[in-house]
């Protein structure tokens, strides 16, 4: 089955970047999209972006549009989150999830990594 690997979480200081990577093995052929989320202390999970693992097709969260990238390397079964003009308010636990799209266009996890902290300081 599908095993998904965070990696480049970390402390920054707002206005900074930072460019998350998300490494999938297992099966990642068998999925339509990926996606990054994240959830922070006592808040809601947000879906920040999801890219389509063949057309290469993306969303974002408004909370995130021209700030955050999502994009992939078909070739190295990676996805990355270029973060940009980071904000105390994307301090949260970031997720890698791969899965597909319902027949409404929602996101439809079935993977999840074990996420990377990333943390904005002011």
């Known amino acids: 089955q599908v095993q998904l690997v965070e990696s480049g979480g970390g402390l920054v200081q707002a206005g900074g970047s930072l460019r998350l990577s998300c490494a999938a093995s297992?099966?990642?052929?068998?999925?339509?999209?990926m996606g990054w989320s994240r959830q922070a202390a006592g808040k809601e999970r947000e879906f920040v972006a999801t890219?389509?693992?063949?057309?290469?097709?993306?969303y974002y969260a408004d909370s995130v549009q021209g700030r955050f990238t999502i994009s992939k390397d078909n070739a190295k079964n990676t996805v990355y989150l270029q973060m940009n003009s980071l904000k105390r308010g994307d301090t949260a636990v970031y997720s890698c999830s791969a899965g597909g799209f319902t027949c409404y266009g929602a996101y439809m996890p079935t993977a999840w990594g074990q996420g990377t902290q990333v943390t904005v300081s002011s």
């Open positions: 297992g099966g990642t052929f068998s999925s339509h999209a």
């Open positions: 890219i389509s693992w063949r057309g290469g097709s993306t």
